[in-house]
């Protein structure tokens, strides 16, 4: 029982990163020091997403999971609990890297705006 609850925080946890990496910069707009948190994880998570790796959050919830008795997944933490829930069957990778360029791209206009708005310079 105590696996099946430790498996289920990190995956809660990993969700968590993945919406902070995403919509982090949103909270750039308030709290400006937000940003030294959110610059690190949003090019973490682009690097795992662009480059194909995978988050260690993955790994060490499967091996949670086996210990509670449940079966691991393959892939990456997106691809088993996101991809299903956001995105259609049968999306194309190309459509996938557009979504995650879109959200990159978001992050961008986002911080622009927000040091804009601080700097009479610019």
Not at 38 to 52: N, Q, S, T
Not at 66 to 73: E, R, T
Not at 89 to 111: I, P
Not at 112 to 118: E, I, N, Y
């Amino acid at each position: 029982m105590i696996y099946q609850v430790l498996a289920d925080t990190v995956a809660v946890l990993h969700f968590t990163f993945v919406l902070f990496v995403v919509l982090g910069a949103l909270l750039v707009l308030k709290w400006r020091r937000v940003a030294w948190l959110h610059v690190p994880a949003a090019i973490w998570g682009v690097l795992i997403e662009f480059v194909g790796w995978t988050c260690p959050l993955t790994p060490f919830e499967n091996v949670l999971r086996m210990k509670a008795g449940q079966q691991a997944y393959s892939g990456g933490f997106i691809e088993h609990y996101t991809l299903p829930v956001l995105y259609p069957e049968g999306l194309t990778r190309s459509s996938q890297v557009a979504l995650r360029a879109a959200a990159l791209l978001l992050n961008v206009v986002v911080y622009w705006w927000a040091f804009r708005q601080c700097s009479p310079t610019l």
